[in-house]
């Protein structure tokens, strides 16, 4: 998905599959991207590995 934009982080994740492996970047607390791994929390996939 590199140079793509979605309107919101739930359609972002909205074809997120359960046993899906993520990378996703950020740097401290600062940069953690929260309201990403809320939405990936909402979307309901399970068994995720986050890198």
């Known amino acids: 998905m590199l140079n ?3 309107p ?3 359609d972002a ?3 997120v599959r ?5 990378l996703i970047g ?4 600062s940069g953690v991207p929260t309201e ?3 939405a ?3 979307q309901g ?4 590995t986050i890198v």
């Open 13 to 15: 994740v909205r074809d």
């Open 36 to 38: 990403l791994v809320c």
């Open 26 to 29: 950020g740097f401290g607390i």
């Open 40 to 42: 990936l929390l909402d």
């Open 18 to 22: 359960d046993g899906a492996t993520i």
């Open 45 to 48: 996939a399970r068994d995720l």
């Open 8 to 10: 919101s982080v739930h």
């Open 4 to 6: 793509k934009s979605v």
